[in-house]
């Protein structure tokens, strides 16, 4: 699939998980999990995550017990029945909003999305996030090593003035880095105003994930 | 929003910056369980956001840097993405319509934007989680409030003076944030650029 395609699709599984009502939020997480499995092996990842299972469980919980009108007293708990249902395809809900965004996330590039961004009318936004991900490590490292530097020399005794220490040092050596990057971008005439336009592609394969949403969507609201 | 390279590049260290302490911040501050790391990290990434607006005078820059950082932070490992996506998002562009507003970068529109933009915490957990759950988590909130003051013995008029309380601590961290990124990106603009540095002091 191509990255246009894929952005479109998780608009669409974004709409079909939230407006899908009741049971029938299963039918609208089972097509986006099994198209996710299809399009992008990666999202599932979400689903071994124990984090994810232990907010399912937030969820289910507090909605058996406080949620529906037939509570049942049942070792001091009111347990509801219909309350656990609710709490069912709220999670359900989320399950499919998850899996979408994994998806996108593990699936399209960061040059595929700078691309996007810039067809998106976000001029020099794609180039600018092309920066960010390039100057990340080096970012990172400064920020542990100065940190590091600061805690052994007693600079955090005062939070205040650390943190601020902290945050001197390291923005000044990015921005240093970040004004070479902008010398050797204008050495090469180098203007994000005259990048040439990247044209979107559409495959085959976008079409019909698009196609079944469509179908489901309808499916959902209408049926 | 039409920036020139200096601009594009500076929005990228800094989203960089704070896309570097969301990563590594973050997460270490999950594991630990630290109570409110939320606002917090929300201070410290609106405190670069801001020094950010320093270096790009610009209406659009605080937000284009939320952009980069809530981009960064879809693509770092980690389990549940979207949601702080959403608060990097919300919080930049809380800040940026501050900053519009109030005109031109001084200390009180620092101020305000920061305060502002770190009350989002205290509101995303409602607004994420009917998002990912439906209406019904509301209910669920209601319910509890209503058992833990009935447990505790509370009128439930009590919980009005926590929350009171809760946005109060939100808003301190903002000005505080607001604040730190005033005095540190003049200190930062008077190491790199000594000329600029001297207008401002």
Not at chain 1, 142 to 148: I, K, M, S
Not at chain 2, 79 to 96: D, K, N, R, W
Not at chain 2, 164 to 180: D, E, S
Request: hydrophobic share 60%; with cysteine; proline share 4%.
């Amino acid at each position: 699939m191509s990255p246009a395609g894929r952005a479109v699709c998780l608009i669409l599984a974004l709409v079909l998980a939230t407006t899908a009502p009741g049971w029938r939020a299963a039918a609208a997480c089972g097509v986006i999990v099994v198209l996710a499995a299809i399009a992008s092996p990666a999202s599932l990842a979400t689903l071994r995550s124990r984090r994810f299972w232990l907010f399912l469980i937030l969820l289910l919980v507090p909605a058996a017990l406080f949620l529906g009108g037939d509570a049942q007293e049942a070792t001091g708990l009111a347990f509801s029945m219909s309350g656990l249902q609710a709490g069912v395809v709220m999670a359900l809900r989320a399950i499919g909003i998850m899996v979408a965004v994994s998806g996108f996330a593990a699936s399209v590039s960061v040059t595929d999305l700078g691309h996007l961004l810039e067809r998106l009318g976000m001029r020099g936004l794609g180039f600018a996030l092309g920066i960010a991900v390039n100057m990340l490590p080096t970012v990172q490292s400064n920020l542990t090593t100065a940190y590091q530097a600061l805690r052994l020399r007693g600079g955090l005794r005062r939070p205040w003035m650390g943190l601020r220490l902290l945050l001197v040092t390291v923005a000044a050596n990015s921005l240093r880095h970040a004004d070479d990057i902008v010398g050797s971008a204008e050495a090469r005439a180098f203007s994000p105003d005259r990048l040439p336009a990247v044209r979107l592609t559409w495959s085959a394969a976008d079409w019909r994930v698009i196609v079944v949403l469509i179908v489901t969507m309808a499916a959902v609201w209408l049926v | 929003m039409r920036f020139s390279i200096r601009d594009l590049v500076y929005i990228g260290v800094f989203g960089a910056l704070w896309g570097a302490v969301e990563i590594t911040g973050g997460s270490v501050l999950h594991v630990l369980n630290v109570p409110f790391s939320g606002v917090v990290l929300a201070g410290v990434g609106m405190a670069i956001a801001l020094i950010g607006r320093l270096f790009v005078p610009r209406r659009g820059s605080v937000l284009a840097i939320g952009i980069i950082t809530a981009l960064l932070k879809m693509f770092s490992i980690g389990g549940i993405v979207i949601t702080p996506m959403i608060g990097i998002f919300a919080e930049s562009l809380i800040a940026e319509l501050v900053l519009t507003m109030l005109g031109r970068p001084r200390r009180a529109s620092f101020l305000a934007a920061g305060a502002m933009a770190t009350l989002w915490p205290f509101f995303h957990p409602f607004l994420t989680q009917g998002i990912l759950a439906g209406s019904g988590i509301f209910t669920i909130y209601q319910r509890t409030i209503q058992k833990g003051a009935q447990t505790l013995g509370l009128p439930a008029t009590a919980i009005l003076y926590v929350l009171a309380a809760l946005i109060a601590l939100h808003i301190v961290i903002g000005l505080a944030a607001g604040l730190l990124a005033w005095d540190a990106g003049r200190v930062i603009q008077a190491r790199l650029r000594p000329d600029v540095g001297e207008r401002t002091t």
